[in-house]
């Protein structure tokens, strides 16, 4: 937004304020709780230094904050119910992953006689976005053009107008998402894009599983969407074939709540996917099209969650709050299609993943990753895909924490996929020195080396800093070459090495981190450019 801009012109720097603090509630545990008080902050604070001007004040008018009954009915903490610190930590991290809050503390305050109030302490960002953005990576140039609010007019609803150009196709979308319908725990979102290849509806009405103690949950979505898939080769479209799908997908869910520090939930639901393929334009050959399928199952699913949270700060974001769960995650879910149920031919469907997280050292943190799924028919899989990732952080060069070195490794295996199922690597998903979707394969990993360094300063009242030094090695290929002439090369594993700055946003919402980078491929063929620029926007580091 405009007004933004001006805001940016201001030439002061200031420290950024520290989160209220609370005092330990250990003490407190199974006390009744009383008022709950909301205390929502606005943008800028004219008590601080450097804040208290015409355009900070005029920002705070013409800024609907958060209404205090859309913060409260979020808690997982009501008046009348037994205080514990685990759900106040709950209810801190539910506001957090809001994007129109900055950051969220509740203080407790003892009221006598076995009860405590609670003062909710949450600061509000911009949400009125308006903006023209531009993004390189990978030799390849996007960009789009959106109007949006995600806190309409103090709601927490959201409401999108969007024009993306992107590497595959340009399209104009319009999206509304309501995560409190009538003050409930039940959330909808509403979105059409209309598409230069197709286009997409899609509807989910959900309520969710919201906390750790929550006993059921209910959802339903559904899908249709037209397209056209991009088949790439050495960074070039080598073929592309049209793929429509109509998804609908319904479940229910029970659990006994949280127990013992952790939660079970056992779903039940059943899905509707029906794919279908064509030839599209001057295609070649037939032979990268897929054969149309179509699943119909119930299915059954379950997940288990570890209560292991923790808040870190200075990660992968630029001053703001990460919650982090080192604690055991796994869930699977099974089904079964079949022609008597409107599938095309029988088969077991399979999913599953896990997450767990380790502090090897005081200063050390360690996140590993999990997924696969797969279709079985007639004992053979469909569309294997099994992946993993392992990051590491240590905090180095001095006491501060101002400086993270950051380590990760993470890997894809295929077998028998989906054309449109292709594994890819390049400058788009983390091969920054090379152009966007270079490699292709089954197979694929990629090692990545950053030394990230963070800014405690706010700089016009608008900004947070930081930088980063990084390294990347990866590659991209097949275990057997589906057809010489599409894979006619091996694939060489490709190293850069590359220097970055980071511009945070501390007033809007999102987040939104602006990476501006210049990496240096150091190896590949004559074609690549030996010096790539990459400016994109990103949620993280």
Same mark, same amino acid.
Request: aromatic fraction near 10%.
């Given at each position: 937004? %405009?007004?933004?801009?001006?805001?940016?012109?201001?030439?002061?720097?200031?420290?950024?304020?520290?989160?209220?603090?609370?005092?330990?509630?250990?003490?407190?545990?199974?006390?009744?709780?009383?008022?709950?008080?909301?205390?929502?902050?606005?943008?800028?604070?004219?008590?601080?230094?450097?804040?208290?001007? #015409?355009?900070?004040?005029?920002?705070?008018?013409?800024?609907? #904050?958060?209404?205090?009954?859309?913060?409260?009915?979020?808690?997982?903490?009501?008046?009348?119910?037994?205080?514990?610190? %685990?759900?106040?930590?709950?209810?801190?991290?539910?506001?957090?992953? @809001?994007?129109?809050?900055?950051?969220?503390?509740?203080?407790?305050?003892?009221?006598?006689?076995?009860?405590?109030?609670?003062?909710?302490? !949450?600061?509000?960002?911009? #949400?009125?976005?308006?903006?023209?953005?531009? /993004?390189?990576?990978?030799?390849?140039?996007?960009?789009?053009?959106?109007?949006?609010? /995600?806190?309409?007019?103090?709601?927490?609803?959201?409401?999108?107008?969007?024009?993306? /150009?992107?590497?595959?196709?340009?399209?104009?979308?319009?999206?509304?998402?309501? +995560? @409190?319908? *009538?003050?409930?725990?039940?959330?909808?979102?509403?979105?059409?894009?209309? /598409?230069?290849?197709?286009?997409?509806?899609?509807?989910?009405?959900?309520?969710?599983? &919201?906390?750790?103690?929550?006993?059921?949950?209910?959802?339903?979505?559904?899908?249709?969407?037209?397209?056209?898939?991009?088949?790439?080769?050495? %960074?070039?479209?080598?073929?592309?074939?049209?793929?429509?799908?109509?998804?609908?997908?319904? &479940?229910?869910? *029970?659990? +006994?709540?949280?127990?013992?520090?952790?939660?079970?939930?056992?779903?039940?639901?059943?899905?509707?996917?029906?794919? !279908?393929?064509?030839?599209?334009?001057?295609?070649?050959? #037939?032979?990268?099209?897929?054969?149309?399928?179509?699943?119909?199952?119930?299915? $059954?699913?379950?997940?288990?969650?570890?209560?292991?949270? $923790?808040?870190?700060?200075?990660?992968?974001?630029?001053?703001?709050?990460?919650?982090?769960?080192?604690?055991?995650?796994?869930?699977?879910?099974?089904?079964?299609?079949?022609?008597?149920?409107?599938?095309?031919?029988?088969?077991?469907?399979?999913?599953?993943?896990?997450?767990?997280?380790?502090?090897?050292?005081?200063?050390?943190?360690?996140?590993?990753?999990?997924?696969?799924?797969?279709?079985?028919?007639?004992?053979?899989?469909?569309?294997?895909?099994?992946?993993?990732?392992?990051? &590491? &952080?240590?905090?180095?060069?001095?006491?501060?924490?101002?400086?993270?070195?950051?380590?990760?490794?993470?890997?894809?295996?295929?077998?028998?996929?989906?054309?449109? @199922?292709?594994?890819?690597?390049?400058?788009? @998903?983390?091969?920054?020195?090379?152009?966007?979707?270079?490699?292709?394969?089954?197979?694929?990993?990629?090692?990545? *080396?950053?030394?990230?360094?963070?800014?405690?300063?706010?700089?016009?009242?608008?900004?947070?800093?930081?930088?980063?030094? =990084?390294?990347?090695?990866?590659?991209?290929?097949?275990?057997?070459?589906?057809?010489?002439? =599409? =894979?006619?090369?091996?694939?060489?594993?490709?190293?850069?090495?590359?220097?970055?700055?980071?511009?945070?946003?501390?007033?809007?919402?999102?987040?939104?981190? *602006?990476?501006?980078?210049?990496?240096?491929?150091?190896?590949?063929?004559?074609?690549?450019?030996?010096?790539?620029?990459?400016?994109?926007?990103?949620?993280?580091?």
């Amino acid at each position: 937004m %405009a007004l933004c801009l001006l805001l940016s012109l201001l030439p002061s720097a200031t420290r950024a304020g520290d989160a209220p603090a609370a005092p330990d509630p250990a003490s407190l545990e199974g006390a009744v709780v009383g008022a709950i008080r909301v205390v929502n902050q606005d943008i800028f604070d004219p008590e601080k230094p450097g804040e208290d001007t #015409t355009l900070f004040r005029l920002a705070d008018r013409l800024h609907r #904050t958060t209404r205090p009954e859309v913060i409260a009915r979020q808690l997982t903490l009501r008046p009348g119910d037994h205080f514990s610190r %685990a759900a106040l930590e709950e209810s801190e991290r539910i506001l957090r992953a @809001n994007d129109y809050l900055y950051d969220a503390h509740i203080r407790v305050i003892p009221a006598g006689d076995g009860v405590v109030d609670l003062e909710v302490v !949450t600061r509000d960002v911009w #949400t009125l976005q308006g903006s023209l953005s531009f /993004n390189r990576a990978g030799e390849a140039n996007t960009g789009s053009l959106h109007l949006e609010d /995600n806190n309409l007019l103090g709601t927490g609803k959201a409401i999108t107008l969007l024009r993306i /150009n992107d590497i595959d196709r340009t399209s104009d979308v319009v999206r509304y998402r309501d +995560p @409190n319908i *009538l003050g409930s725990r039940a959330l909808m979102e509403l979105s059409y894009a209309d /598409n230069s290849d197709g286009g997409r509806r899609r509807f989910d009405v959900e309520r969710p599983f &919201y906390s750790l103690d929550a006993r059921w949950g209910l959802g339903l979505q559904g899908q249709v969407d037209h397209r056209v898939e991009p088949f790439y080769e050495l %960074a070039r479209i080598t073929q592309r074939f049209r793929h429509e799908q109509e998804f609908a997908e319904l &479940y229910s869910g *029970l659990s +006994p709540g949280l127990a013992d520090g952790a939660t079970h939930r056992w779903r039940l639901g059943y899905t509707y996917d029906r794919e !279908t393929f064509a030839p599209y334009g001057s295609l070649d050959s #037939t032979d990268v099209i897929p054969a149309d399928r179509t699943l119909s199952y119930p299915w $059954i699913g379950f997940e288990y969650v570890e209560d292991g949270f $923790i808040t870190e700060h200075g990660l992968d974001r630029l001053q703001r709050s990460e919650d982090l769960n080192l604690g055991k995650q796994l869930h699977w879910r099974l089904g079964w299609s079949t022609p008597g149920l409107g599938g095309d031919v029988t088969r077991l469907i399979v999913e599953t993943g896990a997450t767990a997280g380790w502090r090897p050292g005081p200063r050390q943190l360690v996140l590993a990753a999990f997924e696969g799924s797969t279709r079985v028919r007639q004992g053979e899989t469909e569309n294997l895909r099994l992946g993993g990732s392992l990051r &590491y &952080y240590a905090r180095d060069f001095g006491a501060g924490g101002d400086s993270v070195f950051y380590a990760a490794a993470e890997g894809e295996l295929g077998e028998r996929l989906d054309a449109e @199922n292709q594994i890819l690597l390049g400058g788009d @998903n983390g091969l920054r020195g090379y152009p966007l979707r270079y490699q292709s394969g089954d197979r694929r990993v990629l090692v990545t *080396l950053e030394q990230r360094f963070f800014s405690d300063r706010e700089y016009f009242h608008l900004l947070h800093l930081g930088a980063a030094v =990084f390294f990347d090695a990866g590659r991209a290929w097949y275990d057997t070459f589906p057809d010489p002439y =599409f =894979f006619p090369t091996e694939r060489p594993v490709l190293k850069d090495v590359g220097v970055g700055l980071r511009l945070g946003s501390s007033r809007s919402s999102k987040a939104a981190m *602006l990476h501006l980078d210049l990496a240096f491929p150091l190896d590949g063929d004559s074609s690549i450019k030996r010096v790539q620029w990459l400016v994109t926007t990103n949620q993280t580091f």
